[in-house]
């Protein structure tokens, strides 16, 4: 299984641009987040997912949208890029085991707006 | 507002010491306590996680210690070693969430020396 997949690495956009950060995963997992993560900040909810079709915000969802259309994908827009959204991005799925929820992450997308 | 508060920031902790750190929470509803593990360029990975129904838990080096009165709990790292070398997040969720979210706490650099 590779687990947790995200596209691209690195990207830098200009101010107004738009991108759209890809994550799947081959776990089967319904759940699905995008968080990103600032110094000192840990890492902050933007959008989830708990299945095809069904989506919801999180802590800082302004300036994103997603869509989940598949169980295997959580992509993450960004439509008008601004410099706060520099940030790296991190997909992560889960199912729930006895209760609880292991988040599986993304090796991440390191965006930077300029 | 951090919902899970964590310190310290940073700690330098020589080979062979006791790394420690703490979190405290405020949402008594929180009945789940994980600590994700995140090296550089990488996504956190699960290391070890508590429910409040026990004081400790231990797995190998780690050990997670929790006070539920005092609505603190603690990694606490033994036998340092330089691979330990890391960002330790502490994390909470409550189980009736149905949608498994995670409140992070802000991160601690461990960086252990030869």
């Known amino acids: 299984n590779a687990g947790v997949t995200q596209t691209p690495k690195f990207r830098i956009l200009k101010i107004g641009q738009s991108m759209t950060l890809q994550c799947t995963q081959d776990?089967?997992?319904?759940?699905m987040y995008w968080y990103r993560q600032d110094p000192g900040m840990g890492l902050k909810l933007i959008y989830y997912?708990?299945?095809?079709?069904?989506?919801d915000k999180g802590e800082v969802p302004n300036g994103y949208n997603v869509s989940r259309s598949t169980t295997e994908d959580f992509p993450l827009r960004l439509e008008l890029a601004a410099p706060s959204q520099t940030s790296v991005y991190f997909c992560?799925?889960?199912?729930?085991?006895?209760?609880?929820?292991?988040?599986?992450f993304g090796p991440g997308t390191r965006l930077t707006v300029t | 507002q951090q919902q899970v508060k964590q310190s310290p920031q940073s700690l330098i902790v020589q080979k062979g010491g006791i790394s420690i750190i703490n979190c405290a929470y405020e949402?008594?509803?929180?009945?789940?306590f994980p600590w994700y593990q995140q090296f550089p360029g990488k996504g956190p990975a699960l290391l070890i996680a508590?429910?409040?129904?026990?004081s400790e838990k231990k797995e190998g080096r780690f050990t997670i210690s929790f006070n539920k009165s005092a609505k603190q709990f603690s990694l606490h790292i033994m036998d340092s070693q330089p691979g330990d070398s890391a960002t330790y997040f502490c994390?909470?969720?409550?189980?009736?969430?149905?949608?498994?979210?995670?409140?992070f706490g802000a991160g601690t650099q461990v960086v252990v020396t030869p």
């Open positions: 508590i429910r409040p129904d026990v």
């Open positions: 997912s708990v299945g095809a079709g069904i989506t």
């Open positions: 992560a799925s889960s199912r729930r085991v006895q209760g609880t929820y292991e988040q599986y």
């Open positions: 994390a909470a969720s409550m189980t009736t969430d149905s949608w498994g979210k995670l409140q």
């Open positions: 949402n008594t509803a929180f009945d789940y």
């Open positions: 776990m089967n997992h319904n759940y």
